[in-house]
């Protein structure tokens, strides 16, 4: 039986959402190329499931290492890990992406979003935020500079629902099953999955 290595769909897992701080600037890296975020409609972030652990990023490495919980972390398991983070995302037309980072600013924007939004009601509900960053600001941190990230909740939605996986069928074969019906967006917004 032959075997490959890899795959030429595009799945989930392949978005990724990135940032340059010092430029405000916020993208999804996707298969097809660098994709601006509108944040006239933000991401949904599923901040109540961020994953803490250590992370090595370096030129064709990404070794992440996640913590049983946020309050039980394993040994730094060299130098170069440094405490990270990593949590699921959508973007405003429905599709996954996954948010990770060991920067310091990226730390402290996760760390003030969890604590603003475990506040609300919404939060309880089970509901995730829709986020709009209004701008990222320079600040001193030890000998280096860092920056904070300020952002918006700009409303709720349900959590979307996890596309049903085919275990052993090939992605082409599993895209031909009936697919379940689209996750909908909260009402008074234009945030939705078309």
């Known amino acids: ?54 992370l090595h990023i370096d030129v064709g490495i990404r070794d992440w290492q996640a913590w049983p919980s946020p309050s039980q972390s394993t040994p730094r398991p060299s130098d170069s890990h440094k405490q990270g983070f990593e949590v699921d ?56 500079t860092s920056y904070d990230i300020g952002f918006h909740i700009r409303t709720w939605i349900d959590k979307p629902e996890e596309k049903p996986e085919v275990v052993g069928v090939p992605p082409a074969a599993a895209e031909a099953t009936p697919p379940s019906a689209p996750p909908t967006a909260s009402t008074e917004t234009d945030f939705g999955f078309n």
Request: net charge negative.
């Open 89 to 144: 995302c959508w973007l405003s037309d429905g599709r996954e992406a996954s948010m990770s980072g060991n920067s310091y600013g990226l730390g402290q924007f996760i760390a003030k979003m969890y604590n603003q939004a475990e506040t609300a009601p919404e939060f309880a509900a089970g509901k995730i935020p829709v986020i709009q960053i209004t701008g990222s600001t320079p600040v001193v941190v030890g000998k280096g």
């Open 1 to 54: 039986m032959p075997i490959s290595f890899g795959s030429a769909e595009s799945t989930a897992s392949s978005n990724f959402i990135r940032s340059n701080l010092p430029q405000n600037k916020w993208w999804v890296k996707a298969e097809g190329g660098d994709e601006p975020i509108d944040m006239e409609k933000g991401f949904a972030i599923d901040i109540k499931n961020v994953t803490f652990g250590w």
